[in-house]
């Protein structure tokens, strides 16, 4: 039975208030990513950087999830092949809609990591400039999140479940990052049928074999349900 592929962007999780970044109104507009999103900008205004993840964090512990991750949580459960969530956002909704085995390719709000020795720990609600490290106990803590310049988290991986993907889809994304915008063309190469998932046609739409335009909450459970009726794209 067929190998599904999902990528999943801040579109997915739009309708649980978690906002977008290059939308209108989206975080790039409010904030410089370059002060908030690089190792540089953190070196140069931790303070900063700690504020900005705080308010995601506080804002997506607060979230719930819509019903675009609960029908892809219900596809892994009930589609017969493997179903892989690989996902850009890093607001830990996808597991608390009940998808598992979840990959964060950049990073989880939820997550610590110390600069200086690499330990890895659960962030607290809201992470103070200078955090110790529970490890090394040295000043270093940061979000555990991917920040520009820097390599996303399991790329071997991903690139192996694009290579065997019979299905791929694209949810939310705007295409406009890359490794992530580049997944479509492995897996099409990979001879996948490739859908995108999106409020509206994305840069990369051409790209895809079929698109399914509308809010994600009334999308992706239409689409999981014409998968498992076998309706459309097996
Ligand atoms: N339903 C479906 N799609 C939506 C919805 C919705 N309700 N609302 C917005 N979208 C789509 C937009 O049309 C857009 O294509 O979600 C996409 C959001 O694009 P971006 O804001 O660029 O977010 P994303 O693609 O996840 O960004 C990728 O860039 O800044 C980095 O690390 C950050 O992971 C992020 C990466």
């Not at 906002?19 to 900008?41: I, K």
């Not at 790329?155 to 889809?169: G, Y």
């Not at 999308?219 to 999981?224: A, L, Y």
Request: hydrophobic residues 40%; charged residues 20%.
């Amino acid at each position: 039975m067929k190998n599904i592929v999902i990528l999943t962007g801040a579109g997915i999780s739009a309708e649980s208030g978690m906002g977008t970044f290059r939308d209108e109104g989206g975080l790039w507009t409010q904030y410089a990513l370059e002060d908030v999103a690089t190792p540089e900008g953190f070196a140069r205004n931790p303070a900063l950087v700690q504020e900005f993840y705080n308010i995601r964090r506080v804002k997506a512990a607060a979230a719930r999830p819509n019903e675009a991750h609960e029908a892809l949580a219900r596809l892994q459960r009930e589609w017969p092949g493997r179903v892989d969530i690989v996902t850009q956002n890093v607001d830990g909704l996808h597991e608390a809609g009940g998808a598992r085995d979840v990959i964060h390719m950049h990073g989880e709000l939820a997550g610590a990591l110390c600069a200086a020795c690499g330990h890895r720990w659960e962030a607290p609600a809201e992470m103070a400039v200078g955090e110790p490290c529970p490890a090394c106990k040295g000043p270093h803590a940061r979000p555990d999140v991917v920040w520009f310049g820097e390599i996303p988290y399991h790329m071997d991986r991903i690139s192996d479940l694009l290579d065997a993907a019979d299905l791929f889809a694209a949810i939310g994304t705007s295409g406009q990052v890359y490794p992530a915008a580049a997944f479509v063309h492995q897996a099409a190469a990979a001879g996948a049928h490739t859908v995108e998932l999106n409020l509206e046609p994305s840069e990369l739409a051409s790209g895809f074999d079929e698109l399914r335009s509308g809010p994600a909450s009334r999308v992706v459970p239409d689409w999981v349900g014409d998968l498992l009726s076998g309706r459309s794209g097996r």
